[in-house]
């Protein structure tokens, strides 16, 4: 239930309870012929205060709340919401971003002016639409006084959340306007807009993930949604890149325990649902002198505990079991591209094996490289992803990418290889030849075969005329021109940090702003960066 329903279910108690209160005063003796009681006086004080307690509560619970140190290099939260549901959205992602060590401005967009704007690094949107394609009612002064002005937003790097609903001929059309504006405007985006149809909570999940990376590393906040996690199986995992001098990364292949394959096409991601290490979990119940391999709801302690975050107040831990397990928060999903296709039989990741301050795995990565037995369940849920599916077979595709972002890339060229697509040019970055050519066999393979043609591989490491996949790509700029020309679609998956923004000021240069933003109106320029 929305806050804004319960608001007004709270209104209207209040205003039975006065109804009551002010029946008792006509109830009682006529008082209106003589001077009223003492009694009377107190019963209309003891209302006016309550009314104006619960008035200054509502203005308590929507005032704009900032970071105390706050300041104009703190990111920028605007929420447009028609019926509260984008507010709440926008504070839960305050509380998200603020946990992942980020100081925030929250603002509804009727409090944001060009100054704000102008004055802000970093600025995130959660817009709902209303009837077909229109703003909601508050934000007519933004549209009025902001969004008619010429401003200048060179040093604006923005993400837009624009929450819709597809049986409307506007799908997320004012999530769609806010983000055409401001590009127009040369602000940056930090990822593709993200679409939400009515709520759908793989759609929030992204978000929260996206959040995350923001701050530097995941949140550990529970997922908005429950959980609704498949079983599968880790079949194999192993480091490929022994003696880089990059972090280790390692490759996972898992498949599903009770053998049935779900469906999914390149491009699309899977949600993993990590667990503790076991020693963590055992160190856990000695201290609180329990003993987890107690079933509770059909499943030992222990599983409860490893999926969950581990309380560590000891006033925070119900003596009950069954109590403790109800009161457990789950762990937050870690969501991978996925490098294999369906046909493949298989979900092949690629990831990254990152560490802590203190020198302490990841939460996803350390249980997927560290913890997690070999044939042992693997908690995980696919998320489609739309925004980076492939073009028509029959369509000419640029793929360009960097580190564990070939992930996502060697799927479309694997599904590509099966339909008898040739006309791909892949452009990827690493460190070096010798240990980071990740499918480097597939990649070389498909090249003798006609499928990759060109393959541009860069090493940063290794010397040679281009460091990054963005120098080799500057220096084919009539070779892009000639693949758009011809149609084709870009695919850009990788780091978000260096790579994206780099690759995109080249596309900028070959094809200038309008052309680039044609290619994104058209569907031709998609990204999945991270």
């Known amino acids: 239930m929305s806050r804004a329903v319960l608001g007004n279910i709270a209104v209207g108690v209040l205003l039975v309870v006065l109804a009551l209160l002010l029946l008792q005063l006509h109830l009682a003796e006529p008082w209106w012929l003589a001077a009223p009681l003492a009694s009377h006086w107190r019963w209309a004080a003891g209302s006016l205060l309550a009314y104006a307690a619960f008035c200054g509560w509502l203005w308590w619970r929507g005032r704009t709340r900032d970071d105390a140190t706050a300041g104009s290099d703190a990111l920028l939260l605007v929420w447009a919401s028609q019926t509260g549901f984008a507010q709440q959205l926008a504070e839960r992602s305050a509380e998200a971003l603020r946990a992942a060590g980020l100081s925030v401005r929250l603002r509804g967009l009727h409090q944001v002016d060009a100054e704000l704007l102008q004055s802000s690094t970093r600025v995130l949107f959660i817009a709902s639409t209303t009837g077909e394609g229109d703003a909601p009612d508050h934000a007519l002064p933004f549209l009025r006084r902001v969004m008619p002005q010429s401003l200048k937003l060179p040093d604006l790097h923005y993400g837009v959340l624009a929450l819709g609903d597809r049986s409307y001929g506007h799908f997320c059309g004012f999530g769609h306007q806010l983000d055409a504006w401001l590009r127009k405007h040369g602000a ?245 030849a010798a240990h980071d050519f990740h499918f480097g066999d597939d990649l070389l393979r498909w090249q003798r075969e006609g499928f990759i043609a060109p393959l541009d591989a860069v090493f940063s490491r290794d010397g040679g005329e281009h460091r990054y996949v963005q120098d080799r790509l500057a220096a084919q700029l009539d070779t892009l021109r000639q693949w758009v020309r011809e149609g084709a679609t870009i695919l850009v998956c990788g780091s978000l940090q260096g790579m994206a923004p780099a690759v995109d000021a080249v596309i900028e240069q070959a094809l200038g702003r309008e052309g680039k933003e044609a290619l994104i109106i058209a569907g031709r320029y998609r990204r999945d960066v991270y």
């Open 188 to 432: 940056h985006p930090l990822f593709d807009t993200v679409e939400v149809d009515n709520a759908d909570p793989a759609a929030l999940r992204h978000w929260q993930q996206l959040l995350g990376q923001l701050g530097g590393n995941p949140t550990e906040l529970p997922d908005w949604a429950p959980a609704q996690y498949q079983p599968w199986t880790l079949v194999h995992r192993g480091q490929v890149n022994v003696g880089s001098p990059g972090a280790a990364t390692w490759r996972v292949d898992l498949v599903p325990a009770d053998g049935v394959l779900t469906a999914w096409q390149a491009g699309d991601v899977v949600e993993i649902g990590p667990q503790h290490a076991p020693a963590e979990v055992d160190a856990w119940l000695q201290t609180h002198g329990r003993d987890g391999a107690r079933l509770i709801e059909g499943e030992p302690l222990r599983t409860h505990l490893a999926r969950s975050h581990l309380p560590q107040l000891p006033e925070s831990v119900p003596a009950d079991d069954a109590a403790l397990v109800a009161s457990l928060k789950p762990l937050p999903h870690r969501e991978y591209s996925i490098a294999s296709t369906a046909a493949e039989g298989q979900v092949t990741l690629l990831l990254r094996r990152l560490l802590r301050p203190d020198g302490t795995p990841g939460l996803g990565s350390g249980w997927l490289c560290d913890y997690a037995e070999p044939g042992g369940r693997i908690d995980l849920r696919f998320r489609s992803n739309p925004n980076f599916h492939a073009p028509p077979q029959d369509a000419p595709l640029i793929l360009i990418g960097n580190g564990t972002g070939i992930a996502g890339l060697r799927a479309h060229l694997q599904a590509r290889v099966d339909a008898g697509a040739q006309s791909n040019w892949l452009l990827f970055g690493e460190r070096t």
